[in-house]
């Protein structure tokens, strides 16, 4: 088996996406995190930008033993100085030096000859070579430099020194069947070559920083760059999780492959992280996304209800996720249904389940998120009377602050429509009244209240009131994510058990 190396650099690139700022104090916490998931490199900033990222440099130095300790520098002995002495308290150092090598960089940003560039990259790399014995050199824009110069720069920073070789697609410019050459071809062309770990380093411009990365370990790469939840410059870097997690699903792509990643705190460390950068996780993120493991399709839910590998090509449990969650919503089938209802607590005979299954369908349709809660209550709701007389077919309320409420309420009566029309002091007064019109009711409201189910602006609300109708007393309840409807439900409810007696 070999090892592919996971360099995390979550505190250097990650932070720098715009507004991802850390302190000291949060990296230190990060940091810990990255040395429980497993992570070999940390590279844990930048020490020449400021004085608190020297401080960060220095404190996770001082603090993490098992991993390997990193500080960026470019080729200039001030960079170089301010990396070695932030990494003095390190069990594990390591620099890395960073160089442009492309003719983009070399004209508009260097405005120098590749000769000059070379003699840069040979200098600093001995120079540092000189304070620490883990050097890690990267040709900055790889991607687009030419391939000649590309090769002699390698090969030159190899004789002077570094231990690793990091190929980076610093603007996220490349494809994977290009990276996979550009390894190759370095393979082929680079004398020394063997004296060096290759890396790669992907930025996601054009969405293929995972795919790029997993390309050039297939092509012999031995460590990636990599941050937690794809963070970085632009439009972010390749995401660790889901390197780590092709490398260990897809066994049979990267045979004899491993990596020493932890995997079951990826879902920790990607919460831990969206937290402290304020970077909010999409819902539909690979691996850690709040729906990565979620189902609501009713075709899928059965077949995960069934085997779960179906539509799971991975263990939830294997990146730190309790389970998977069949999410009831209005794409989801009765097999789903019957089963959350089954496990908290309803044993439903068909006709009950379908009468139950069709609310569901109604509130789903209205409603984004159903809950366990929702589910109560609407179970509740359509199990609690036999085959009612009164059935709600629709109604429609003017209110306002200047308008008499007004309402018209369509009942049905086995099968049978009728309409009622009629004013109130209220909405609801007013759809209380129009309903008594159609089932010849005089009833009297004795008590009302509202409730919200669940939390949230679509939340299902309950109405439980209590009617007195020739002398007795009759309680109802009924819940919509519309407020006057529930209260026409939870109306027609009690005038129901009334009929039932």
């Known amino acids: 088996m070999e090892k592919v190396i996971i360099f995390d650099t979550t505190l250097r690139d990650g932070e720098q996406a715009p507004g991802a700022s850390l302190t000291s104090r949060q990296k230190l916490e990060i940091a810990f995190q990255l040395e429980k998931l497993g992570v070999d490199v940390i590279e844990a900033g930048f020490p020449i930008a400021s004085p608190d990222d020297f401080k960060a440099v220095s404190i996770v130095a001082r603090d993490i033993r098992k991993s390997v300790i990193c500080a960026l520098a470019r080729c200039l002995k001030q960079d170089i100085d301010a990396a070695y002495n932030s990494l003095k308290p390190a069990k594990h150092p390591r620099i890395h030096l960073f160089l442009a090598t492309s003719k983009i960089h070399l004209q508009y940003k260097f405005k120098k000859a590749e000769d000059e560039i070379l003699e840069i990259a040979k200098n600093s790399t001995r120079m540092a070579r000189k304070l ?4 890690e050199f990267s040709p900055e824009d790889a991607t687009r430099s030419q391939h000649d110069f590309l090769f002699r720069v390698i090969e030159e920073v190899i004789k002077e020194g570094a231990r690793t070789i990091n190929i980076p697609d610093t603007t996220g410019y490349s494809y994977p069947q290009e990276i996979y050459s550009l390894i190759t071809d370095i393979k082929n062309n680079v004398p020394n070559i063997n004296k060096a770990v290759i890396a790669i380093h992907c930025h996601d411009d054009l969405g293929m920083a995972a795919a790029n ?20 410059e632009r439009a972010g870097n390749a995401s660790l999780e889901e390197v780590v997690m092709a490398i260990k699903t897809r066994k049979d792509a990267f045979s004899g492959l491993y ?27 690979a691996i850690v996304g709040r729906n990565a493991f979620r189902h609501e399709s009713g075709i899928h839910q059965d077949a995960v209800l069934k085997k779960r590998i179906t539509y799971e090509i991975m263990d939830p449990h294997d990146v730190g996720i309790a389970e998977s969650q069949l999410v009831l919503g209005k794409h989801s089938g009765r097999h789903a249904f019957k089963d959350r209802l089954k496990s908290l607590g309803f044993h439903l005979n068909d006709e009950q389940l379908e009468k139950a299954f069709v609310r569901f369908k109604e509130v789903a349709d209205k409603k984004k998120d159903i809950f366990d809660d929702d589910l109560r209550t609407i179970v509740e709701d359509e199990i609690s009377v036999v085959k009612p007389l009164w059935c709600l077919s629709s109604f429609e309320v003017t209110s306002g602050t200047r308008i008499r409420p007004k309402a018209t309420v369509c009942l049905l009566k086995k099968g049978k429509g009728c309409c009622g029309v009629s004013f109130g002091d209220g909405p609801v007064d007013a759809c209380f009244k129009a309903t008594d019109k159609v089932t010849g009711y005089k009833a009297k409201l004795e008590d009302f209240r509202l409730e919200a189910v669940t939390s949230g602006k679509d939340a299902l609300g309950q109405v439980s009131l209590k009617l007195k109708v020739k002398e007795k007393i009759i309680g109802g309840r009924g819940s919509s994510t519309d407020i006057i409807e529930a209260a026409i439900r939870a109306y027609l409810d009690a005038i129901n058990k009334l009929e039932s007696k």
């Open 132 to 135: 620490c014995g883990d050097i």
């Open 213 to 232: 990365s997993l390309s050039a370990v297939l092509a012999g790469a031995r460590q990636v760059h990599c941050t937690i939840n794809g963070i970085g």
């Open 259 to 285: 990596t020493q990643i932890n995997t079951k705190e990826l879902f920790r460390t990607s919460r831990l992280v969206s937290n402290l950068t304020d970077f909010i996780v999409p819902p539909n993120k």
